[in-house]
């Protein structure tokens, strides 16, 4: 008897120390008082995207938010177009195309001498369509 104890002991502390999804989760109480294990869910879903951006893009990491960026310029310098933002500090930011503000998850989409188009992954509810903003200097 003494060994299907230290057996039956040895293997269940095995399975304990095995279980990959170790961890804290909810106990939620029904009505005939049985306790149901709930996963956790994850927080701060509002902050994240359903979409996901490409990873071969150039990121930036942005110092300040890109809505307060003012842009003063677009320029073609051999054959190809850069933004020119500037913040309230002054400073000069230069953004080129198929560029990832990874932060704020926008991407410089299209650069030209009139208009510069970005996508906020924030704001786009259908991956197939984004949310594109065009503005002009």
């Known amino acids: 008897m003494r060994n299907y ?4 002991l040895l293997i269940s502390c095995n399975v304990l120390a095995v279980d990959p999804f170790f961890g804290e989760q909810l106990q939620i109480k029904n009505e005939q008082n049985t306790v149901e294990v709930l996963p956790e869910i994850a927080k701060n879903s509002e902050n994240l995207t359903a979409c996901k951006t490409s990873e071969h893009k150039n ?35 230069d953004f080129k195309e198929n560029e990832l503000i990874k932060q704020q998850e926008i991407e410089i989409k299209n650069i030209n001498l ?24």
């Open 59 to 93: 990121s930036l990491n942005l110092s300040t938010e890109f809505e307060k960026l003012t842009l003063i310029g677009l320029v073609k310098i051999n054959e190809k177009f850069t933004a020119l933002f500037i913040d309230e500090k002054e400073k000069i930011f």
């Open 5 to 8: 104890f230290f057996s039956f």
């Open 114 to 137: 009139k208009s510069l188009t970005y996508i906020n992954w924030k704001l786009t509810k259908d991956c197939h369509f984004p949310y594109e903003i065009t503005i002009k200097p």
